[in-house]
Every structure is written in C-alpha cells, then in structure tokens.
C-alpha cells in the first residue's frame, strides 16, 4: 500500500505546496508550527480540498483537480486519530471501540476486535467510561477505533501532543508494536517532537514554510548536517540501531553497533533485542586520538564525512561509525585548531548518561 501526495493551497499569504510519498510502515511529517503538517493531513483525509493537484492511495485517485475528483470522507477510508481522542464521553470503551467497527466494509480484512484488545492492551479497560481515563489511555481507544474500521491506511495527528512525559513514555510502545506487528498497515504520523519521530518513524519528510525540505529514511535525514537547522541545534541527532547483548548488575547494558559497543543505562530490553538509539549532535565529543583515562567508555572510531558550518559559531559534522552515521556539534574554532577535515579519521566519545531511557525504543 502507498500514498502519493502533490499537492498545492493558498491560505492567505501561506502557499503549501507538497510533493512525497508514504509506504508500508510510518512516514512522519515533521515540522515547525505553522509549517503546513496539519494541512497536509486534513487535504488527504478530505476534510480539506487542496487549489490544486493529486492524491493516489495505492491505484486509487483520491483527489485530482484537473479532473473534478474529490472523494468524499467516508469513502476514502483513512483511520484518523487527532490530537484529542474524541472519544463518545456517553459510551464505555467497549462501545467507543465497536463504533469504529460498525464502519468496516463488508469482507474487508484488518484485525478484529481481540486482537486490536491485546494489541493496545486493553482488556481492563472495557467497562470504563472515557472520563475515568488517562490521557494514554484515550489515545489508545481512539487508536484502537481507528483500527477497527479497517482502514486502509491510518494518518494521526499530533496524537501524543497533549499528553505529559510520562503518559507519552506509557503509549510510544504501543506505537512500536503497531509499527513492527503484522498488520503491514501504513500510517502517516504528524509531529513537531524529534523525540517522537527518532523513536517511531521508518521515512521522514521535513516541512518548512509549507514545503519539502528534505525527505527520506529516517536514519539518512536525521544524520544529514543540512538538517540540523530543521530540527533544531538542540534536537538534532543521529538514530541509529544496536543489539542488547548483556545487562549488567549496576543497570548499564552493553549494546553492539556496527562501529563497536556502548554501555548506556535504562535500556528495558531483552538481551539479543534489537533497539534504535538517538543519540544527540551535542552529545558527541571528538578527539583526534586514542581518549586515555576518561569517565566514559563508549569512545568509537569514526570517519568524518562533512563539515557543515552553520550560521553562528557552531558547526555539524557528519560522521561515518562503522555502517552507521553519527552527528557531533562543535565550535568553528575547535575545527580550525583541531584541523577537523573530511576524510579525517577521529574518535567519538558519547557519555553514557546522555542517551536519556526516552530515546531508546524499539
């Protein structure tokens, strides 16, 4: 199943002018408020009817201007989960869940009613009112709604935005299991949270001012030094992915990557699990050799790829770890007294204690 979107819209003095494509798996549209994401999404739901342009949801024309297509809502069937769950606060759970489900078309296939229960964990839930819930745990029925009427692809927007940290922390797992189940279900994820996107997205499209800056897998935009403007001097960071390969009684794990191994606390999974880590561009300090006598152990081997200075004093550098790409942020005057040059070789040191139990997932 896949999306096609090239689409144009006016909204006064604001021009949204998007071209992309999301597949099986999520594709997450990142950007700044303001920068056309909910648009974006309101236009393929159909909830908005772009100036100009097509949607194509696998060989079905959704919208197409130059020929009058504009399908209604109700038959496009997209499942759509809001930032609010929108819950009926008069029906249980139960009945908020088979609501979605009296929407499924006749002989349409997608899961069924205890499987979309056990997947979202739902069980003890059932008989409640949506008013004895937590955020998370609205999330979660409007989620499992969603599911239930079968759609054929989801789209959420903003769906963990007003819920705190720790109830962001409860529902991302479910996310991950949604992502990685058996459903092969596409979703297109809205969000304005690195965080969000580093932990669940498999394609990521960044949005500026209403357009594509950049778009590609995850891993490749989130370790590109062009990006860092996009995300954000704090936020920027590369994701890459590593193995659990034994806890420790102290509470670190040690992980493998491509490039070696890192002991990183709060890691909650499985030995022989397979993880994917943000690791922050500022978090990442360099040394032209071998580190002696440092608190940390997690010092790689790397191969500077680029120097991207940026418009202050700082600047990004891309970095080649085995097969993964890591970013450092550093000062201009560090690359000119350290003599950092593409092709160089160095070695990355990344203090355990950075990499916070909220960036790793699953």
Do not use: W
């Not at 597949?23 to 990142?30: M, N, Q, S, V, Y």
């Not at 997947?119 to 599911?147: F, I, N, Y």
């Not at 009684?249 to 040690?254: K, N, P, Q, R, V």
């Not at 608190?295 to 085995?322: E, F, K, R, W, Y």
Request: aromatic residues 4%.
């Amino acid at each position: 199943m896949s999306l096609r979107v090239d689409i144009s819209h006016r909204y006064g003095d604001f021009t949204l002018q998007l071209a992309f494509e999301a597949h099986t798996g999520i594709t997450a549209l990142f950007g700044r408020s303001g920068a056309g994401k909910t648009t974006a999404i309101n236009a393929i739901a159909g909830l908005l009817r772009p100036d100009a342009g097509r949607i194509v949801l696998e060989d079905e024309v959704l919208f197409d201007s130059g020929v009058g297509i504009h399908v209604p809502v109700a038959q496009r069937r997209l499942g759509t989960v809001f930032q609010d769950a929108r819950l009926f606060p008069h029906l249980s759970v139960r009945d908020n869940l088979n609501f979605g489900a009296r929407y499924a078309p006749p002989g349409a296939s997608g899961p069924g009613f205890d499987d979309v229960v056990s997947l979202l964990g739902l069980a003890l839930l059932l008989d409640r009112a949506p008013t004895a819930l937590s955020g998370g745990e609205k999330q979660r029925v409007a989620l499992g709604r969603a599911l239930l009427s079968r759609p054929r692809m989801l789209l959420m927007d903003e769906p963990l935005a007003s819920l705190d940290g720790p109830r962001k922390q409860e529902i991302l797992p479910y996310l991950e299991r949604l992502r990685d189940g058996d459903l092969r279900l596409p979703i297109l994820y809205v969000s304005h949270a690195v965080d969000e996107i580093a932990r669940l997205a498999d394609t990521l499209v960044l949005l500026q001012d209403g357009r594509v800056a950049a778009q590609g897998p995850l891993y490749d935009v989130m370790s590109d030094p062009a990006a860092v403007p996009l995300l954000g001097v704090r936020e920027a960071g590369a994701v890459i992915e590593a193995q659990v390969i034994a806890h420790a009684d102290d509470g670190l794990a040690t992980l493998q990557i491509s490039a070696g191994q890192l002991e990183l606390p709060g890691v909650q999974a499985p030995v022989g699990s397979n993880v994917r880590l943000r690791v922050l561009a500022q978090d990442v300090i360099l040394s032209k050799g071998v580190p002696e006598g440092l608190s940390s152990v997690n010092i790689l081997p790397v191969c500077i790829l680029t120097v991207q200075p940026g418009d202050g004093p700082g600047a990004a550098i891309a970095l080649q770890a085995g097969r993964d790409r890591l970013l450092a942020r550093v000062t201009a005057r560090a690359i000119h007294e350290m003599g950092l040059v593409a092709g160089m070789t160095c070695y990355a040191i990344l203090k355990a204690t950075t990499v916070a139990p909220g960036s790793i997932g699953r």
